[in-house]
C-alpha cells in the first residue's frame, strides 16, 4: 500500500509539473491584425529645435543641420474619424542635413491606446507622401508586436495604418 501511495503520488506530481511547463510556455499571439487610425492636423502639436549650427534669421530657406530635432503629438481617431482611441507622440533628429522635404530623419514613435502602447522606429524623410516605420514592440496588448506603421497625410487629416504580425 506505501508504494501505491508513492506511485500515485509521483503521477500527479508528474501531471502537475507537465501541466505547468505547458501553460509556461509562450502566450498564443493573436493573428495577424491591422489597425487603422485618423489624426486631426488641426489639432496637432509640432515644434522644430534648431540645435546648433542654427538658421540664420531671415533666411529664404530653413536648412536642418544634424541634431536638429523634429516633436510632435497628436491625439488619434478611429479610422472614420469619430471616437478619439488614443494618442501618438514623435521624436525625429536629423542625420541627413537638407531642407525639411530632404532632410532625413531618425524617428521613434509611440501610440498610447487604451489596452497598451505600440512602439515604432525607423529611417524617413517627410518629403514623401508616407512615412513608413517598423513597429518594434509594445506593452500589454502589444507586448512583443512586431510589424509596419506607415503614416499618409493630406491637407486635414493624417492616416497611421499598423500591421502587426502574429
Known sequence: MPRLLTVVAAAVA??????????????QQPGERTLTFTERNNLATFKLVDNPPRNREGAAESRLSLGDMLVLAS?????????????????????????????????????????????GQGLSGFGRTAVRFAVVGGTQAYEGARGTFAAS????TSTDVIHLLP
Not at 469619430?82 to 525625429?92: H, N, P
Open 75 to 119: 491625439p488619434l481617431f478611429d479610422d472614420a474619424n469619430e471616437s478619439r482611441v488614443g494618442r501618438l507622440a514623435t521624436t525625429c533628429t536629423v542625420v541627413k542635413r537638407g531642407s525639411f522635404d530632404t532632410a532625413g530623419f531618425q524617428c521613434a514613435t509611440s501610440i498610447r491606446l487604451r489596452d497598451g502602447t505600440i512602439e
Open 14 to 27: 508528474a501531471s502537475i509539473f507537465a501541466v505547468v511547463l505547458a501553460s509556461g510556455g509562450s502566450a
Open 153 to 156: 497625410t493630406s491637407r486635414r
